[in-house]
């Protein structure tokens, strides 16, 4: 399993990183929508629809969504003197305070489950709330120019991957060599507490790199790891908000299309709650 997944991560990476770097903003737009469609695919079975018309509904049904979005944002000006425009910044808000809610339910798993298991609306909407609000995020970091360098927003989405990549291998790693107490057994049997710490602190390490490489001003420096550990804790939760969802409806790996890794929502939920919490991180405290 772990040659898989790292063969699979050397052939996804250099995709990754061309997409962010080298695709004009728009045609970007246009990969991550296309990425997000799959996800919305793999959403479709736990809310408990398995036939392929419901499935291919529900994937439309996002896809439309994220079209319009798309057909909406001024690319050419996400970014104004006091933050993203209106439109971008509301659905990452509602994404930030839809984190704050998955949280809680995550937390009283399973009593939480009496709220929306059986609801094939509840968890299709949050659906929508896990992917739409990852979009806007991801778009306006991407957008991201600073002293007129267009690479700046490129760098700005690798740095929150690097962080969500550093804290997966962390806790795989720690959590396979000390890994003795459960992180939350309820939901996700395999994570571990010492997982979640060489989680964390590989991604501080990486944090601190990143600070050396930027010479990084001394008075952003607190916000800076502040907004990075806080990114760090709450992509945990998209993980484990998946985990949760995917253990209501009986269902092991969100897809198969990544060997090693699952579905494509098994490779990005901690993506997409990572992004919407990043930029709102970065808007308060750091822009």
């Not at 929508?33 to 036939?51: D, Q, R």
């Not at 968890?123 to 991201?144: I, N, Q």
């Amino acid at each position: 399993m772990l040659k898989q997944r790292l063969i699979t991560a050397v052939v996804l990476i250099p995709f990754a990183l061309a997409a962010i770097f080298l695709l004009p903003l728009a045609w970007f737009g246009v990969v991550v929508t296309a990425v997000l469609a799959l996800a919305a695919w793999e959403w479709s079975p736990l809310m408990g629809v398995t036939n392929k018309a419901g499935r291919i509904a529900y994937t439309l049904f996002n896809t439309v969504i994220l079209a319009g979005l798309y057909w909406l944002t001024p690319f050419e000006n996400i970014w104004h003197q006091g933050g993203i425009v209106d439109g971008l910044f509301y659905i990452v808000l509602i994404g930030g305070i839809w984190w704050l809610l998955a949280i809680a339910l995550v937390f009283n798993f399973p009593r939480s489950k009496a709220l929306w298991c059986k609801s094939r609306v509840f968890v299709g909407v949050f659906g929508v709330l896990v992917l739409v609000p990852a979009w806007a995020a991801l778009m306006a970091l991407r957008s991201l120019h600073y002293d007129s360098n267009p690479l700046f927003g490129g760098f700005t989405v690798l740095f929150v991957f690097v962080l969500i990549w550093a804290a997966d291998i962390g806790a795989y790693f720690a959590g396979k060599r000390f890994g003795k107490h459960k992180l939350m057994p309820a939901v996700s049997p395999g994570k571990t507490m010492e997982g979640l710490l060489g989680g964390l602190l590989l991604a501080i390490l990486a944090m601190i790199v990143v600070a050396q490489i930027i010479s990084l001003p001394s008075e952003l420096a607190l916000a800076f790891y502040a907004v990075g550990i806080v990114t760090v804790l709450v992509s945990v939760f998209g993980d484990l908000n998946e985990s949760m969802f995917k253990r209501c409806a009986g269902v092991k790996d969100s897809g198969s299309i990544l060997p090693g890794h699952g579905g494509i929502l098994d490779r990005i939920d901690s993506l997409t709650s990572a992004l919407p919490i990043f930029l709102l991180g970065y808007l308060w405290l750091i822009h």
